[in-house]
């Protein structure tokens, strides 16, 4: 689904991302851990398209196409979906109209019908229901106000209604308590399908209890420096980065 | 004198004897000294600090400015969106062509009365609405020129505790060129309520000058609500005033959208008499090419107790330029003052320029007033979050101007007119955002 090589970025003129090679297949859910600093967040901002990031050299390929020569709106409507750590609030915008925007630019994307309101409400009340996000949240400006929590559920819900077929969290559990990190890592399970690829990426192996990885990378300065499976991020919890930051 | 100054003043000395009502020996006495103040001092021009950003003189000098002929007989209704806007409000109905009453309403409701300036200025309270300054600004301004040469308006007067049964539209057309100085005089008894719509729209004309002045007085606890749409030709210079009276807790509420006209100024001149009364004088402009728009806007708390908000929302595109200056007064006895103003403007353009000017001047200590202004440019964070859900550029540009205006939308109590004014906006992003791309 998703081939990574030898990439490199830069921010300005600071190099952050020093030659990445990550190769994700459909159904499989991989974590990116590492120190702060380690070019985590880089990755997944250039992967959804934000500006502001030069690639200098490699390549990302996207179910065989050139990831990085489609603009934001477009890599969103080919399926790729980034759950931000910091949602954007958007005043005087509603959450319901911005979730029929989206869905409807993403399904007229891919060739299918828009829906109308009534068969858009029901679908919403649908996904919505088991992230606990009540029609009240639906109603105000998007993510204006939210707590921590209803933020992420807010994400979750988005990636829920777009169904994506590669979904990049970005430090999903941060600010979350054991409970609302609960409600989220339930959503993500809940989307886990033999036809979607996860890029899960965390400073903490806490989030992994809950959404257990295949794959596990530790990226370090901008490279990954190591691979295994679930079990690395339990190891990563007892040693801390500290081998590989210096 | 410019041209334009000694057009206004032939014009005047041509009319003189023909204008309405000219019988009334005050009425000359007023539009002759008004001539006179006005060739002494001429048009406004930028060293008068209200009229810093607005070169009105300029515009003027390139304008057909000798008077717009009168027309009389069917017209064809014009397509325009600025009058559709009010079409899910059952409402009365009234036409200006150039400047002229055109209609006259039958079955209104005992106690409403709709007239024309001619008919109505040998009563008592029109002369006093139309001597009376609302604020010392105009002093300076050019309502000198409507005062001498206003040939028509529309009265409405409502009797004690008489409500108005639905809105009233003034429609005004402009058909041919030239120059069209009116005046319309809204009484409201103690306790009388009305809506008053208006549509400005060009209707054949190109080069034109609009100029009407508003004088509105409230009785005790009367209340009007008044939304105003500007869609004026693109090379027509638009001048208006509105001066309000407001009795003791009475409630007045201004709307005007701007989206027309090559050069616009919007006059609002409040002023409270008695206590406890509520003003809201709010807005939303929409301008691009080389469009300037400009909202001046006063509110005199001359008695206690009275509450002012205003708000001024501005999207700016291409060259165009937005002006807001507001000025909050309080004046020494007037405690427990809740006055309220905020501009905001977006540019969309980097060509754009938004000049505003919020004024508090407080003279009384036990009062809540806040005011502000900001100018910026769509938030590039928030255009990238919608884009990531797969929201094209124009549609998420869009969404987020709209959500900017509609703030200011909000703030329009008539819901069928909100609804109305949402739908013009979304053509005016349709159509530049279109240019755009």
Redesign the interface.
């Known amino acids: 689904m998703l081939e990574i090589k030898n990439l490199h970025a830069k921010v300005g003129d600071k190099e952050i991302l020093k030659g990445i090679d990550l190769s994700v297949g459909a159904g499989e859910v991989h974590a990116i851990m590492g120190p702060n600093g380690s070019g985590k967040s880089t990755l997944s901002y250039l992967l959804?398209?934000?500006?502001g990031y030069e690639v200098t050299k490699g390549s990302v390929t996207y179910k065989g196409q050139d990831l990085l020569a489609l603009?934001?709106?477009e890599?969103?409507?080919a399926g790729v979906?980034?759950a931000?750590q910091y949602?954007?609030e958007?005043?005087?915008?509603t959450t319901m109209?911005?979730l029929k925007?989206?869905l409807n630019?993403?399904r007229k994307?891919r060739g299918e019908d828009e829906l109308d309101a009534p068969r858009f409400l029901k679908l919403v009340r649908e996904k919505a229901k088991p992230l606990n996000v009540a029609d009240d949240m639906l109603k105000r400006?998007l993510n204006v106000g939210f707590s921590g929590g209803e933020k992420k559920r807010a994400e979750i819900l988005?990636m829920s209604l777009?169904e994506p077929s590669l979904a990049i969290l970005d430090e999903t559990d941060s600010g979350l308590d054991i409970d609302a990190l609960k409600v989220v890592a339930d959503g993500v399970n809940a989307l886990r399908s033999p036809d979607r690829a996860m890029i899960v990426i965390t400073h903490y192996q806490r989030l992994l209890d809950y959404i257990v990885p295949d794959i596990v990378h530790v990226l370090s300065k901008g490279k990954i420096v190591r691979t295994g499976g679930k079990e690395l991020a339990g190891e990563l919890e007892r040693t801390g980065y500290a081998e590989f930051a210096a | 004198m410019t041209d334009a100054a000694r057009t206004f003043v032939e014009t005047y000395e041509r009319e003189r004897d023909g204008l309405p009502a000219n019988g009334l020996d005050w009425l000359v006495a007023l539009r002759d000294k008004a001539i006179a103040d006005f060739a002494a001092s001429g048009l406004p021009h930028r060293r008068l600090e209200d009229w810093r950003y607005t070169d009105l003189a300029r515009v003027l000098e390139k304008a057909t400015l000798s008077p717009a002929p009168s027309r009389q007989g069917d017209m064809a209704w014009p397509d325009a969106s600025a009058i559709k806007v009010f079409d899910a409000a059952d409402r009365y109905i009234v036409i200006f062509v150039n400047g002229v009453l055109q209609s006259k309403l039958s079955d209104l409701p005992v106690g409403v009365s709709v007239s024309s300036l001619g008919d109505a200025l040998s009563a008592d309270w029109a002369k006093v609405l139309v001597e009376t300054r609302v604020s010392e600004a105009q002093a300076t301004n050019v309502t000198a020129i409507n005062l001498a040469l206003m040939r028509d308006g529309l009265v409405l007067d409502l009797a004690k505790g008489v409500k108005l049964d639905k809105p009233l539209h003034l429609v005004h057309l402009a058909v041919d060129d030239g120059a069209s100085h009116r005046r319309n005089l809204v009484r409201l008894d103690d306790g009388a309520e009305a809506t008053v719509y208006e549509s400005y729209v060009g209707a054949g004309a190109t080069n034109y000058f609009a100029d009407v002045v508003t004088n509105v007085s409230l009785g005790t606890e009367a209340r009007l609500m008044h939304i105003k749409v500007q869609d004026e030709a693109a090379d027509a210079i638009h001048l208006a005033t509105l001066t309000a009276m407001l009795g003791a807790r009475s409630y007045f509420s201004s709307f005007t959208m701007t989206l027309g006209s090559a050069l616009s100024r919007n006059q609002t001149f409040v002023r409270f008499d008695g206590e406890g009364a509520e003003a809201h004088v709010n807005g939303a402009t929409a301008l691009r090419g080389r469009q300037h728009g400009d909202q001046f806007c006063i509110v005199d708390h001359a008695v206690p107790g009275c509450a002012s908000a205003t708000l001024f929302r501005t999207v700016l595109d291409d060259a165009s330029t937005g002006v807001f200056q507001g000025k909050v007064v309080v004046r020494p006895h007037a405690q427990k003052t809740d006055g309220r103003q905020m501009s905001n403007a977006l540019l969309l353009s980097r060509d754009a320029a938004m000049n505003a000017k919020p004024e508090l001047e407080i003279y009384a200590d036990d009062v809540q007033c806040a005011h502000g202004s900001t100018i910026g440019e769509l938030?590039?964070?928030?255009l990238?979050?919608?884009?990531?859900?797969?929201?094209?550029?124009q549609?998420?540009r869009q969404?987020?101007i709209?959500?900017?205006l509609?703030?200011a939308f909000e703030t329009v109590p008539d819901e069928a007119a909100r609804e109305g004014l949402r739908a013009l906006a979304a053509d005016w992003f349709r159509l530049t955002l279109k240019e755009d791309a």
């Open positions: 959804s398209g934000r500006e603009s934001v709106d890599r969103a409507a979906f980034l931000f949602p954007i958007i005043p005087g915008v109209t911005f925007a989206a630019s993403v994307a400006a988005q777009l | 938030n590039r964070e928030a990238f979050y919608l884009r990531s859900r797969g929201i094209d550029e549609s998420a969404l987020l709209s959500a900017f509609d703030e």
